[in-house]
Nanobody
Framework: QVHLVESGGGLVQPGGTLRLSCIDS????????IGWFRQDPGLDREAVSC??????WYRDSVKGRFIISKNNAENTTYLEMNDLQPEDSAVYYC?????????????????????WGQGIQVTVSS
């Protein structure tokens, strides 16, 4: 049963902003690593950002534009996406738990995440 639910996606013009939210009904976000991944049809899933027990990791193409965060009290993780570009269009997935560790390591090994959301579409187009 999926217990991570993403929201906040949609259609935005280039240069626009979206804030994705991912709420966890089982509190797996609390104290554990979180991650955001994305996938375009026909392409492999790629890591966007992860937050473990050290500084967040971001893929190069989103550095300076995206911000990952979480609110343990609300069991929610966020991905703020600024200055969106057409190449950011994809289905975005949040992931959480059950471990915590180096942020880059977590993003490099998505199998370390036990829980995944169902995905939400982000489309950047004029």
């Amino acid at each position: 049963q999926v217990h991570l639910v993403e929201s906040g996606g949609g259609l935005v013009q280039p240069g626009g902003t979206l804030r994705l939210s991912c709420i966890d009904s089982r509190s797996e976000i609390f104290g554990n690593a979180i991650g955001w991944f994305r996938q375009d049809p026909g392409l492999d899933r790629e890591a966007v950002s992860c937050q473990g027990d050290n500084d967040p990791w971001y893929r190069d193409s989103v550095k300076g534009r995206f911000i990952i965060s979480k609110n343990n009290a609300e069991n929610t993780t966020y991905l703020e996406m600024n200055d969106l570009q057409p190449e950011d269009s994809a289905v975005y997935y949040c992931a959480a738990g059950p471990l915590n560790g180096d942020s880059q390591l977590m993003c490099s090994n998505p199998v370390l995440f036990r829980s995944w959301g169902q995905g939400i579409q982000v489309t950047v187009s004029s």
